[in-house]
């Protein structure tokens, strides 16, 4: 198992941001089946307000 960089970008007070995962190598995927699993140390915390008027 590999672990991928990723970064948040955005967000403000409450809201959480965009969370970006950055794809593997081209070398290190199979040609015929890649999966990838996310694993996380806690609940998700979604966003729940609105946007802009």
Do not use: Q
Not at 6 to 11: A, K, N, Q, Y
Not at 14 to 20: I, N, R
Not at 34 to 48: H, I, N, P
């Amino acid at each position: 198992m590999t672990e991928l960089r990723h970064r948040v970008i955005g967000g403000l007070h409450e809201a959480v941001g965009v969370l970006w995962i950055d794809p593997p190598a081209e070398s290190d995927l199979d040609p015929h089946a890649t999966v990838l699993a996310v694993e996380l140390d806690g609940e998700l915390k979604l966003y729940r307000g609105s946007g802009r008027f």
